[in-house]
């Protein structure tokens, strides 16, 4: 199983709203990120965890707080968002956190924030 | 810090044409350079890789070469069809950063 999955696939929520997304994977990778795109724009990095401990916050507000409960999942709760944070919102992992490892992605979450 | 330049797009060539798609970078230490593509409304799906210097990364007849002396990672395919169009982004992952350094992407489209 070489596969990242993310649901839900689309997601609208209110600004009063929380939410979560999850991510899983079966491939054995001990890496797992959060990505934020915007339309017509690269991924930004979120978050990445490493063996299940959170090792980056690209300062993130906290109204985004990620979760690793094993090694397979990794969620992000949302709560009180902006409509600027309507995005889609790209799951991966690798292997480990090494340069030669290669990211796998999901197919993401497309957010819209009312 | 680390970056990644590539060609603004879009780019619109006509099926069996040759395409190029530009992409330099700057890093710390010697990266491993990545090639993603994005179909519309789907995920990054990697195309192909390249983790030193001189390396060819090969997919789907696309080809990209790691140029160390001008830093450049110049993605190519022979003959393009439709079915190729989307965003290309070129990315950088260097020994000293846990996560991609993406370039801006570049959108292609091909005509029949």
């Known amino acids: 199983d070489t596969e990242v999955t993310q649901t839900p696939k689309h997601l609208v929520m209110g600004m009063t709203n929380k939410k979560s997304l999850k991510c899983e994977q079966h491939m054995g990778h001990r890496a797992m990120y959060w990505y934020k795109q915007k339309a017509k724009k690269p991924p930004e990095l979120m978050f990445v965890?490493?063996?299940?401990?959170?090792?980056i916050n690209e300062s993130v507000p906290s109204r985004f707080s990620p979760e690793c409960p094993n090694s397979s999942l990794l969620n992000l709760h949302l709560h009180a968002l902006q409509p600027e944070d309507s995005a889609l919102y790209l799951c991966a992992s690798s292997q480990g956190d090494k340069k030669n490892d290669e990211q796998f992605f999901g197919p993401g979450t497309r957010l819209t924030v009312l | 810090g680390d970056s990644v330049t590539q060609m603004e797009g879009p780019v619109t060539l006509s099926e069996e044409a040759f395409l190029t798609i530009n992409c330099t970078y700057t890093a710390t230490g010697y990266p491993s350079l990545f090639w993603y593509v994005q179909y519309p409304g789907e995920g990054l799906q990697l195309l192909l890789k390249a983790t030193k210097a001189d390396d060819k990364g090969s997919n789907k007849g696309f080809e990209a070469t790691y140029r160390k002396e001008t830093t450049s990672f110049h993605l190519e395919k022979g003959s393009v069809q439709v079915s190729d169009s989307a965003v290309y982004f070129c990315a950088l992952k260097s020994p000293a950063w846990r996560a991609l350094t993406f370039g801006s992407g570049t959108r292609l489209q091909v005509q029949p």
């Open positions: 965890y490493s063996y299940e401990k959170l090792s």
